[in-house]
């Protein structure tokens, strides 16, 4: 390896660039090193990239979402070897502490959400992985880099989002936003045959994709319905048995407990830039449970099974790819929703 690697970097203030960075070195024993093979840029990059991530360092190399293979690894890593092909899970945990053996990962006291947040990530030709034994999950030989690509983050949240539901087959289901979270949350939603899959996005890129995959049973544009009224009418008048917030939008929360029937369950997987209104006394009688909170990427190898046994699918989401060279215009593209971007994928630098 060369002493430099090209990496996304976080310079604050709403600045990213593709620049130098030194390969990324064993710094404790429990650490890996991979050769990134595929990655993404997720909303929660334009997060950091707009401020609204306080946690966030600058100068980081952002990427939280990609595979590779293990170059080297520290002399206490037990479970991965060199060679090995691995996708990385969104956070890092030391497995041990009260709230990792309790599964709440994303509150580990040793870690959380860290790469490409507070350590460097995954937009990068290397990252070094903490805790790589918590850290990593084995990519079979019979799964593709690009169908193992998404498992630590966005299908690991659905995953959690749809396990947090407390779903029933008999359900009514609303899924607010369409976007890559939202279809990896109608996928894993999808596991428990919920009766009635309503989704909401104002894209009809994305409710067509989402019908084509058959995610959902319904699909309801903002722009052209009154969405209330029209879940009142496809639930007798009753509101949705479940509801899902993915679209983190600058009324979704208000529409999320809107359309709940009394007595459901209300999960938010959004990540919101603003501070949100929880109007009680509007609310009151409608004895709403709220389910909130970050991902924990404690079933990755669940997830890896069901992408095996091919009951998941993600790889319709990729819309683009490019090499790592071009990753400002995939920032461009995929900010600003041309060109029907669900996913870039960021594919090895291209050295001339």
């Given at each position: 390896m060369g002493e430099t690697m090209k990496a996304v970097v976080y310079k604050g203030n709403g600045i990213v660039c593709l620049e130098d960075r030194p390969i990324?070195?064993?710094?404790?024993e429990t650490d890996a090193i991979v050769r990134v093979t595929r990655s993404t840029i997720c909303s929660s990059d334009l997060h950091i990239k707009h401020g609204a991530v306080p946690r966030a360092k600058e100068n980081t190399v952002l990427g939280h979402e990609f595979v590779g293979e293990i170059v080297e690894v520290g002399r206490k890593v037990k479970h991965f070897f060199v060679g090995d092909r691995v996708s990385v899970n969104v956070e890092t945990f030391?497995?041990?502490?009260?709230?990792?053996?309790?599964?709440?990962?994303?509150?580990?006291?040793?870690?959380?959400?860290?790469?490409?947040?507070?350590?460097?990530?995954?937009?990068?030709?290397?990252?070094?992985?903490?805790?790589?034994?918590?850290?990593?999950?084995?990519?079979?030989?019979?799964?593709?880099?690009?169908?193992?690509?998404?498992?630590?983050?966005?299908?690991?949240?659905?995953?959690?989002?749809?396990?947090?539901?407390?779903?029933?087959?008999?359900?009514?289901?609303v899924v607010l936003g369409a976007g890559p979270t939202g279809l990896c949350t109608l996928m894993s939603i999808k596991l428990y045959s919920p009766a009635t899959v309503i989704v909401v996005d104002t894209s009809t890129d994305r409710l067509n994709l989402a019908k084509e995959q058959g995610l959902a049973d319904v699909c309801?544009?903002?722009?052209?319905?009154?969405?209330?009224?029209?879940?009142?009418?496809?639930?007798?008048?009753?509101?949705?048995?479940?509801?899902f917030e993915v679209a983190g939008g600058e009324n979704t929360f208000q529409l999320a407990w809107k359309v709940a029937r009394p007595n459901a369950i209300v999960v938010l997987v959004a990540l919101y830039e603003k501070e949100q209104t929880l109007p009680l006394h509007q609310m009151y009688g409608k004895n709403l449970v709220f389910k909130t909170g970050g991902v924990d990427a404690n079933s990755c190898e669940a997830i890896m099974k069901m992408v095996q046994c091919k009951k998941i699918?993600?790889?319709?989401?990729i819309t683009h790819r490019g090499p790592l060279n071009d990753v400002m215009e995939g920032y461009r593209i995929f900010e600003n929703r041309l060109d029907g971007c669900i996913k870039w994928v960021i594919t090895p630098f291209e050295h001339n």
């Open positions: 990324p070195v064993i710094e404790k030391c497995g041990e502490c009260f709230f990792c053996k309790q599964g709440y990962v994303n509150n580990c006291i040793h870690g959380g959400w860290e790469l490409g947040c507070r350590i460097d990530g995954g937009q990068a030709e290397y990252a070094r992985i903490p805790m790589a034994d918590q850290g990593l999950t084995k990519i079979p030989d019979d799964v593709t880099d690009e169908e193992a690509l998404f498992n630590g983050d966005i299908l690991a949240t659905g995953y959690w989002a749809a396990s947090i539901g407390e779903l029933k087959p008999a359900d009514t289901v309801l544009n903002p722009l052209e319905v009154d969405i209330e009224e029209e879940i009142l009418k496809l639930t007798q008048g009753r509101g949705a048995d479940r509801v699918d993600t790889t319709c989401l």
